[in-house]
């Protein structure tokens, strides 16, 4: 039974059956008895946003559907970090509307960041993988990890480049069409080393897109620490 129809069809059935005998949360705001709430799903609606990845040959567009915090943040971490992955439908609204806001070509394909080996044992699933199934375009996992890296979590703008600099290679990726996915983007930097990776492998990088983008503000945070990083 394909993924998608598993997530659509058994695991609610599932999910419904278990508050019978477990108890369940709503995974957007703990609400009782229920996978996810009626205003939680009204939270994840789409509001795509666009920033640009810079790259050598030439920006990217990234477009995200939602902002990393409240609901959704709470909805992604449940899925990546407490093994909720009936709680992937709930996103896949706010991905293919990034995706469409790169306007793809009928050829195009979309291309999931690779899940570091570490990541796969502690959850025994591909978050980026689970999600470019549900997108409306065809899957290519054309990336995989040239070396390992370190956690990106509490690293500033410069130390996030120089961790997953050269860290991916792209295989049969000559003359096709992209679009690079992930789950959440912060300062850019895995997506800007995947689509490096993409472009020497001789793709054509359209763009790039996430559910969900941290915002500004936090943002801010990261650019503070690596100005201080220069000075010191």
């Known amino acids: 039974m394909p993924l998608t129809l598993f997530d659509d069809l058994v695991r609610p059935a599932l999910a419904q059956a278990l508050t019978l005998v477990m108890p369940v949360e709503c995974g957007g705001c703990g609400a009782a008895d229920v996978n996810l709430c009626e205003r ?23 477009w995200s559907g939602l902002r990393f915090e409240g609901v959704a943040a709470r909805v ?41 080996r570490a990541a796969y044992r502690r959850r025994g699933y591909r978050v980026p993988d689970r999600l470019a199934a549900r ?9 995989r990890t040239a070396r390992r890296t370190a ?4 690293l500033t703008i410069i130390q996030r480049r120089e961790n997953v600099s050269l860290s991916m290679r792209a295989m049969d990726a000559a003359g096709r069409r992209v679009i690079v996915l992930d789950d959440v983007v912060t300062t ?33 945070e990261y650019q503070t620490s690596a100005k201080s990083e220069r000075r010191i």
Do not use: F, M, W, Y
């Not at 992937?88 to 706010?94: D, N, R």
């Not at 997108?135 to 990336?143: E, G, H, I, N």
């Not at 956690?151 to 509490?154: A, N, T």
């Not at 689509?195 to 936090?218: D, E, K, M, W, Y």
């Open 40 to 62: 939680c799903v009204d939270e994840l609606r789409p509001h795509p946003s666009r920033r640009a990845l810079a790259g050598v040959d030439g920006d990217v567009p990234l």
């Open 135 to 143: 997108t409306t375009l065809p899957v290519a996992r054309l990336l």
């Open 151 to 154: 956690d990106q979590r509490g």
């Open 76 to 116: 992604i971490r449940a899925v990546k970090e407490d093994g909720r992955t009936s709680l992937i439908s709930s996103l896949t609204p706010a991905l293919n509307a990034a995706v469409a806001k790169v306007s793809p070509p009928a050829d195009t394909v979309v291309v999931p960041l690779p899940t570091s």
């Open 188 to 220: 850019g930097a895995t997506l800007q080393e995947a689509i490096r990776a993409l472009r020497s492998a001789g793709a054509i990088v359209l763009g790039a897109a996430t559910v969900a983008a941290t915002p500004r503000q936090a943002l801010s």
